[in-house]
């Protein structure tokens, strides 16, 4: 790869080439994990490229071919696996200024693929009081190419499922890495071969989205003495079908008082509680429904005079719980399971049994398959990595699949074997290798063995400097 030639190829578009902005635009939420950040740390690309427009990806995707340089997609860089980490340097194509809202209709929104959602979802909401059906809780930072890309579900899945369901996702515009790239339009099964496959095999500039009903949705945060019984009540609320929410998430004793700073003053220490997004209209129902079981309603939107300074509900669920407690526990990680259906309350009675406060749990709440159940994303008090892994393989043998989330490889990190699809789709559209190296093992290396806890080691990963 000749860089210097490259960038002369590449004159008149946007590039970063300063070490400190290359090296923060080269990284990601890869610190959630203890295991990745040593491995990872050192990680940077050799310069930066902000495309404008599609004709400047496509230019750029020229250049970098012509030159052997791998090209690394990035949006908001908010991915937590180091998904958006450029392993073997190269470009880092930041998409991040392609932020068109091209349209939005009923049902519908196009978008490129570096609009950041919640800027989406204003538009929409201010356009004909519709939204996007879910949204991850970095919504405020994320793009909706990246959403796309990397991640899977979010506030908004207890309704509708996760990214990988068919019709939540219209259709995507993709470029190929070839000497002449291509402009592809996915739609239907095809979705499949580029959704959360970390770009890859192919670069999204394009994305076209479903719509539904926007709501003034009420926060709610609902107190529980004990956690199996803020499970049920999830549970059974999530299977209401009359009762429309939009977040259901469980969290144990004492993460949600110790770390929730802003939301203290409503809630009681010691308490399990569960998070709530409810449509107005549905009130009077959820609080009649909520009347029948053992937990304390401690804090709703609506009856709170001043909101300023109070973030909303969903920036305490899915990746930001983690996050929060983080920041007060040094040393907490996270792992990620499903409970699966119909068994999922005994299966987390199991767990929270099984770990203590060594895993303080957290739940959140989803329709996967058509079912309503949980995904885990409880946090771990991180001691080894050894412990860790236990940990998660004890988590496996109780009927709990783990997705490891201290692996950058998509394989390792998913269902622990190859994606045909994807890989299919990476021989037509990526013949070099150059999109995204060494996050699918399927293309570097395909006998690879998943075999409990053998970590695949990218083997053209850039050496630290020095
Ligand atoms: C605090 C926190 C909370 C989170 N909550 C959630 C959650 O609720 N649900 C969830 O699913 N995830 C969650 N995540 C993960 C992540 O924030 C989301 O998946 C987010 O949507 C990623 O968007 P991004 O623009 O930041 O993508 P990036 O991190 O920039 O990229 C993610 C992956 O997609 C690739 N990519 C990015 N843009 C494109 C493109 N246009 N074409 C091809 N490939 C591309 C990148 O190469 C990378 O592999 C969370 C992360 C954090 C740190």
């Not at 499903?338 to 770990?355: C, G, H, I, R, W």
Request: a negative charge.
């Amino acid at each position: 790869m000749n860089i210097e030639s490259l960038k002369s190829d590449l004159g008149g578009l946007k590039i970063i080439d300063s070490p400190n902005l290359v090296r923060l635009k080269s990284r990601d939420a890869f610190y959630f994990s203890p295991i990745l950040k040593p491995e990872l740390d050192h990680v940077i690309a050799d310069l930066v490229v902000v495309p404008q427009s599609e004709a400047e990806v496509l230019r750029t995707v020229r250049a970098c071919f012509a030159h052997d340089v791998p090209v690394t997609v990035r949006g908001g860089g908010t991915g937590n696996y180091g998904q958006a980490m450029p392993l073997s340097g190269g470009v880092v194509l930041d998409l991040s200024e392609m932020t068109e809202i091209i349209e939005i209709a009923p049902g519908r929104v196009v978008a490129q693929a570096g609009a950041i959602i919640s800027d989406i979802d204003k538009a929409a909401r201010a356009h004909s009081m519709q939204e996007l059906r879910m949204h991850p809780s970095t919504a405020h930072t994320a793009t909706i190419g990246g959403f796309v890309a990397g991640g899977s579900s979010g506030i908004g899945s207890i309704q509708w499922g996760g990214l990988r369901d068919p019709g939540n996702i219209i259709r995507l515009r993709v470029i190929t890495m070839e000497a002449e790239p291509r402009v592809i339009d996915l739609h239907g099964d095809d979705l499949q071969k580029v959704a959360h496959a970390y770009g890859t095999n192919g670069i999204i500039t394009e994305v076209e989205m479903p719509l539904s009903t926007a709501y003034d949705w009420v926060d709610m945060i609902v107190e529980f003495d004990d956690f199996v019984e803020a499970t049920e009540y999830a549970n059974d609320l999530g299977s209401q079908d009359g009762i429309l929410t939009k977040l259901i998430s469980v969290i144990a004793a004492p993460i949600p008082f110790q770390t929730f700073k802003r939301h203290q003053r409503f809630m009681t220490e010691g308490k399990h509680v569960v998070l709530l997004m409810a449509a107005p209209h549905g009130m009077m129902p959820l609080l009649a429904f909520t009347a029948h079981y053992p937990g304390k309603i401690a804090f709703r939107s609506d009856e709170v005079a001043d909101l300023k300074g109070i973030p909303p509900v969903f920036e305490l669920s899915w990746n930001h719980t983690t996050l929060r407690a983080m920041k007060v526990a040094p040393g907490m990680t996270y792992i990620q399971s499903l409970y699966p259906y119909p068994n999922q309350v005994a299966s987390v009675a199991k767990t929270y049994e099984m770990f203590g406060d060594e895993v303080p749990h957290h739940l959140e709440f989803l329709r996967f398959d058509g079912n309503v159940t949980c995904f885990g994303l409880s946090m771990v008090r991180h001691t080894t990595d050894a412990r860790l892994n236990e940990i998660m393989r004890q988590h496996d043998a109780a009927g709990v699949p783990v997705f490891n989330p201290h692996r950058y490889t998509l394989e390792e990190g998913g269902m622990k074997q190859t994606d045909e699809l994807q890989l299919a789709f990476k021989k037509e559209t990526d013949p070099k290798g150059l999109l995204n190296p060494g996050k699918m093992v399927a293309w570097d290396d395909p006998d690879f063995d998943y075999a409990d806890d053998k970590v695949y080691l990218y083997p053209g990963i850039k050496k630290p400097a020095g």
